[in-house]
């Protein structure tokens, strides 16, 4: 299991992270039935049938006004799309219900508690793949059909949402800030959302320490390879940062740009070409020593540019 596997699940080992997960994106009726003062973790291990026990299972369960209901979180990081998931996901919940039935964990009525699979998904290409365990078997009549076993599951293809939720910062929650870091390629947005989740994770100190982790070892070395990080020990220090490098980004683009320009003015002509740049950076508010630095033109040059409208 890779360091980022380990933080998504130290994520949703916390019960506030999976109330954000269920109230900010299941919006289904059963869910404003929980109570999730209720929600606790399963401690059970299961051994698939090649004998291989799964780490990534994450599994609670809360009370609602009906009784238990399991929520069985897999977090799956593949870069492809599996076309059995469904059986996947089927074979899980069936380890589940036999790990119940072996604990005598029965309703009042003396039956198997509800069990909500989904999956976690955050891979390049967008979900495709069947949720249903019926579409992956042929269908024959004469009756055959009423044999075929009928399991869904949901899938959260991160992704997808983000893309379909652009803009959206100051309206999520803990979770759907998580996808945003996730997918944001911009600094500006990182830094915005950093601020937000310092916020967010105030009242949740352990949080606030994971999502500190997954920002410097997992997140940020791949943004911004190079940057130091081990000095970094708050987010609001991760703010600091990431305003800081997208204000060195903004001079080295406007440097490049500048340079260029006087390269090729360089070739219509010396003095013309010192006006028109220092003209291009006074527009842009650069200081006066970098003006003078770059392009060689006069203080009295430059002072009478300044006072051109």
Do not use: C
């Not at 609602?64 to 899980?92: K, N, P």
């Not at 003209?279 to 203080?299: F, N, R, V, Y």
Request: hydrophobic share 40%.
């Amino acid at each position: 299991m890779t360091y980022h596997d380990k933080s998504y699940k130290r994520f949703f080992s916390d019960p506030f992270m999976v109330r954000e997960l269920l109230t900010g994106f299941i919006h289904e009726p059963w869910v404003e039935t929980l109570d999730f003062t209720t929600l606790e973790t399963v401690k059970s291990q299961f051994i698939t049938d090649d004998f291989r026990q799964r780490e990534d299972d994450i599994i609670w369960r809360v009370r609602s006004t009906e009784g238990w209901v399991y929520v069985y979180l897999l977090i799956e990081f593949q870069s492809r799309i599996d076309r059995f998931m469904a059986v996947r996901m089927l074979t899980y919940v069936s380890l589940l219900y036999q790990e119940l039935i072996r604990q005598k964990q029965f309703t009042t009525a003396g039956k198997l508690p509800p069990v909500f699979p989904i999956v976690l998904y955050n891979g390049e290409s967008r979900w495709h793949a069947s949720v249903d365990i019926q579409d992956l078997i042929q269908t024959v009549g004469g009756g055959l059909s009423r044999y075929t076993p009928s399991m869904r599951y949901l899938v959260l293809d991160e992704g997808q949402w983000v893309a379909q939720s652009p803009g959206r910062q100051s309206q999520v929650n803990l979770v759907s800030a998580l996808f945003q870091m996730e997918y944001s390629q911009s600094p500006e947005v990182l830094a915005e959302l950093v601020g937000y989740l310092n916020d967010w994770s105030a009242e949740h100190p352990r949080l606030k320490k994971v999502f500190l982790g997954w920002l410097k070892r997992v997140l940020l070395p791949n943004r911004f390879p190079g940057v130091k990080l081990d000095q970094i020990n708050d987010l609001d220090e991760v703010k600091d940062m990431l305003a800081e490098r997208v204000k060195n980004w903004t001079e080295e683009w406007k440097l490049q740009g500048l340079q260029e320009g006087l390269e090729q003015g360089l070739e219509q002509g010396h003095e013309r070409a010192q006006v028109q740049i220092a003209q291009k950076m006074l527009s842009q508010g650069l200081s006066d020593t970098l003006i003078l630095e770059l392009t060689g033109i006069s203080a009295e040059a430059l002072k009478i540019l300044k006072q051109q409208p």
